[in-house]
């Protein structure tokens, strides 16, 4: 979210002491900036001094043009992300195996669609409405460009072969970038088959990248290269064009092939055909691949002839390649029915609520508007475009229409679906029964009560229900979509009823197109609003590059190590505890330096760190979306580990964090009680919650704050109103938090204990 250092560490100033300025360390610092101690820890009854560090990784994911640009990957970073969330393979299970290699195939396949689609959309814009049309001489467009430059050859071939192949240059730069630190490695391979037991333990760099990223290139360039010799479906007339063109084709099967044939190198079988593959794709291999691919596109736009009646191969060769994408999505999903059935052995003995979202079916939907959004954007732009110059010669190819009718489509549909979601909603707000556990944290404090039961409720039913939300809107796109295919395979053009859905569907695509495009330019010259697409960049560049080598690198791959370096060097003093402190996403981050460190410390330094997670989405959506990365058993086996040294802080009116170590949890009288991981390792029911000195609510690992908070108490911090998911560090039970973390008493000097305050005071 582009954090400062001086928030991150709670100081007016702040120093780096380690980093390499792209991940930095700082400290607190004192007027002449020089590092300064932290506060103390009052615990054991005593002073204890503290040293505060933080790790800063905003540079990796926000700011300036560069970052900014990364959000117009979105769909490509959907695409990568739904690879993560494919269900797990349960050991001994052959058919579970062959299932996931087929999965991540196709997940690879129809990401390599995915571009060539985009691709292939943006060359419409600019060699077939731009080159061919809109410059063809005596064209009533851009009136201003000199009939010399639409006369002469090949000024119109290079206007329109230009942005594109500056636009495939681009993806080569970005998906060149990476955030990985040689001084720390990745974990050892771990064998096939075997059970994750600590989060993120298949979280890797994939080898595969650079071929991949080869690939995907030369896909996109054969794909403009198709569009401009006539399309998949038309051979050519003349001899010189159809050499091309079945040169193109092969390449285009080669890549495809060779895509399909690539393999997770954590995944089932990574020593049958990926290796061969792996080691033919060398870096000299790849020179002359992608060498052939630039080749292909040059000699294509050479040779082309662009009439002014637009391209012929431009509808065609887009229809082809979001045809193939489409197959590919729907057969992902079927296939992913009976991948989720077996992986269920793994869940089923979970409550409802921890299991995963969908039935481990999720990995689906999201690929499906991965795809949809991508193919959407494009089709906004060439709408866009057409408008832009505002001549009715300008034709977009026919396909076009049909994408039009699936946004206005669905748009309809969503708003049929939306009237009744809300007034249902509505409904539920309205009747809804207070929360117990806010009658627990608020005794005697009716105003803040009724604040916290509002938000309460509301934070709980976005929990429960975002990816319902997901699922309903990839569900109302899809119906959009297959009305536009059915249409446009039957060849029957739609009714007059339907017109307005195609009109509408302008619109929407439109706006999508304009929408994005101008969040990039706020989110570049604009810190502030640049943190919104932040946060989508901390969500989706967490995952390394996997189905799709063309997103924003993963920066997991550099914090986590660098993370754990720093915390083995603390440790190197006998005397010094270590205590992980990471929030929303940082408590992902924690976790899996955490099963890092575990897996490398002796026992003793295992004995001298902790965690402290707050406001984290690892129960409700991390173990429930990615259940084969961060499995709610690889949390069991951490908590285990870490026994009581694992603290949460939440919050009931947090939207984006959640519990963490419990779950079913219930008010018995004025108890509450629930299920979670015990200090022992085991799971099961939890002895009541205890109230600590601040007004939280104590239940195994879980420290349920008051929001609005308790207080204001001598000498602490004090902030006002509903918190939400903001500002945790303000709550004097953050300390208590941090001291049982690093495995002591929180007991305060007496001198310096928090008088409980009376149940009127404000």
């Not at 054969?222 to 007339?237: H, Q, R, S, Y």
């Not at 330094?605 to 961060?630: D, K, M």
Request: with cysteine; glycine share 12%.
């Amino acid at each position: 979210m582009g954090t400062s250092a001086e928030s991150l560490v709670s100081a007016v100033a702040a120093v780096d002491v380690a980093g390499d300025g792209v991940g930095r360390i700082v400290r607190p610092a004192d007027r002449l900036l020089r590092p300064a101690p932290g506060p103390v820890l009052r615990a054991e009854g005593r002073s204890v001094p503290r040293i505060v560090e933080g790790y800063v990784w905003g540079a990796m994911t926000s700011g300036g043009w560069a970052k900014a640009t990364w959000a117009l990957l979105f769909p490509f970073s959907l695409a990568n992300v739904a690879h993560w969330m494919l269900p797990p393979i349960p050991s001994g299970s052959r058919v579970g195996t062959l299932l996931g290699v087929l999965n991540r195939s196709l997940l690879r396949l129809a990401a390599v669609l995915l571009t060539m689609l985009l691709v292939g959309q943006a060359a419409v814009v600019s060699l077939d409405l731009l080159a061919a049309q809109c410059l063809a001489p005596g064209a009533d467009c851009l009136t201003s460009v000199p009939d010399l430059v639409r006369e002469t050859y090949p000024m119109r071939q290079v206007a329109g072969l230009l942005p594109v192949l500056l636009a495939v240059l681009v993806l080569h730069r970005i998906s060149g970038v990476a955030w990985e630190t040689a001084d720390s490695p990745n974990p050892p391979a771990a064998r096939p088959n075997t059970k994750v037991v600590l989060p993120g333990r298949n979280l890797v760099a994939d080898p595969d990248t650079p071929a991949l990223r080869t690939l995907h290139l030369v896909s996109a360039l054969g794909t403009v290269a198709l569009l401009a010799l006539g399309g998949p479906f038309a051979m050519p007339a003349q001899q010189s064009d159809r050499v091309l063109w079945f040169g193109v084709l092969g390449v285009l099967g080669f890549c495809l092939l060779a895509v399909l044939t690539l393999d997770d190198p954590r995944g089932a079988v990574p020593e049958r055909a990926g290796k061969l593959l792996r080691a033919v794709l060398g870096p000299v291999s790849r020179a002359v691949l992608l060498a052939v691919g630039v080749m292909l596109v040059l000699g294509a736009g050479a040779l082309v002839e662009l009439p002014a009646t637009g391209l012929p191969g431009a509808g065609a060769t887009v229809e082809a390649v979001a045809g193939a994408l489409i197959g590919a999505v729907v057969l992902l999903g079927v296939l992913l029915v009976p991948a989720a059935l077996i992986a269920r052995r793994t869940w089923s003995g979970l409550p409802r609520d921890l299991r995963p979202w969908a039935g481990g079916w999720m990995s689906a939907p999201v690929l499906a508007v991965a795809g949809l959004l991508g193919g959407g954007f494009g089709a906004g732009l060439a709408i866009s475009v057409r408008k832009l110059v505002g001549t009715e010669g300008i034709r977009l190819p026919p396909g076009y229409e049909q994408v039009t009718l699936l946004w206005g489509a669905g748009a309809a549909i969503g708003l049929v679906v939306a009237l009744p979601v809300v007034a249902w909603v509505v409904i539920r707000y309205l009747r809804r029964r207070g929360q117990h556990e806010v009658d627990l944290l608020h005794q005697g404090r009716p105003r803040d009560r009724v604040r916290a039961d509002r938000a309460w409720h509301t934070a709980t039913w976005q929990r429960r229900n975002l990816h319902r939300l997901l699922l309903t809107g990839a569900s109302v796109l899809a119906l959009g979509a297959g009305i536009a295919v059915t249409t446009r395979v039957l060849g029957v053009q739609p009714p007059v009823w339907m017109e307005p859905f195609s009109a509408v569907g302008i619109v929407a695509l439109g706006l999508l197109a304009v929408s994005l495009l101008r969040a990039v330019y706020t989110a570049a010259t604009d810190p502030a609003l640049g943190r919104r697409l932040g946060v989508v960049a901390d969500l989706a560049c967490f995952w390394p590059r996997e189905a799709h080598p063309t997103v924003p690198p993963c920066y997991a791959l550099k914090v986590a190590p660098e993370l754990a370096a720093r915390v083995s060097y603390h440790l190197r003093d006998p005397n010094t505890r270590v205590v992980l402190t990471g929030h929303s996403q940082g408590g992902l981050l924690v976790a899996v330096t955490a099963a890092r460190l575990l897996e490398s410390l002796n026992e003793p330094e295992r004995q001298r760190v902790g965690i402290v997670t707050v406001g984290s989405q690892l129960q409700w959506a991390y173990s429930r979306a990615f259940p084969a990365v961060v499995p709610h058993s690889s949390l069991s086996t951490l908590a285990g580990e870490l026994g009581t040294r694992w603290r949460a802080l939440c919050r009931g009116t947090d939207a984006v964090g959640g519990a963490v170590t419990t779950w079913g949890r219930q008010v018995c009288g004025d108890r509450l009680l629930g299920t979670g991981f015990r200090p022992d390792g085991t799971v099961g029911p939890l002895p009541a919650a205890t109230r600590s000195p601040t007004g939280a609510l104590v239940l195994g690992g879980d420290h349920w704050l008051p929001d609005p908070m308790r207080g204001p108490f001598p000498a602490r911090r004090w902030a006002a109103g509903v918190l939400k998911h903001g500002n945790y560090t303000a709550d004097p039970e953050w300390d208590r938090a941090v001291a049982m973390a690093a495995g002591l008493d929180p007991e305060e000097p007496e001198s310096s204990g928090l008088p409980w305050p009376s149940a009127g005071t404000r």
